[in-house]
């Protein structure tokens, strides 16, 4: 793995993958040590899109609206941030965890930019969204899969970084 400081430069790094007990959560301020986190109850993504997963959602999985979003990595650059910088918090998930390939939803969400943009000669030919959600809550992976861990609530550990960072830049793993 590459390494670089947290104030380095915005070059891309290399990750390797964490053990799975380590968790990252992304805020626009720095949470103290210690802090609960709990769903917001607010869609992630389109609620077009959001009442699509809802409806399709197995009975044993967590709702989205319900849930706390965690990476095993630290590049938050293609999870739906809607916000440019923050601070990366490692975090201990409470109870059990749903591990999922957003990737689905990013299908789902590329078709509606195409429409949107009356661009259907050149929409991508794709799954219908039903199929796409499903998908998403069986858990197996896309042909490009992006995994976000989802838990009904996570307490802050520490702080990956000290410093705030741009959304969109990978960091190192902590020793």
Not at 17 to 42: C, D, R, W
Not at 71 to 96: E, M, N, W
Not at 139 to 166: D, I, Q, T
């Amino acid at each position: 793995m590459q390494a670089s400081a947290c104030s380095g430069t915005s070059r891309r790094v290399t990750l390797e993958m964490p053990s799975m007990a380590n968790y990252f959560h992304i805020a626009q301020h720095k949470l103290p040590v210690g802090t609960e986190l709990s769903a917001k109850g607010v869609p992630h993504v389109q609620e077009e899109i959001e009442t699509i997963l809802e409806k399709s959602r197995p009975g044993e999985n967590l709702s989205r609206a319900d849930a706390v979003y965690m990476l095993d990595h630290t590049d938050f650059s293609k999870c739906g941030v809607s916000y440019r910088q923050g601070y990366i918090h490692v975090v201990a998930p409470v109870g059990t965890v749903h591990k999922h390939d957003s990737h689905w939803i990013g299908r789902m969400q590329r078709r509606r930019i195409y429409e949107k943009h009356a661009r259907s000669a050149s929409a991508p030919r794709d799954l219908p969204d039903e199929d796409l959600a499903a998908g998403y809550w069986s858990g197996r992976p896309s042909s490009e899969p992006s995994w976000e861990y989802l838990a009904a609530s996570a307490r802050v550990v520490k702080y990956h970084c000290e410093e705030m960072v741009e959304t969109g830049r990978s960091l190192p793993l902590a020793p």
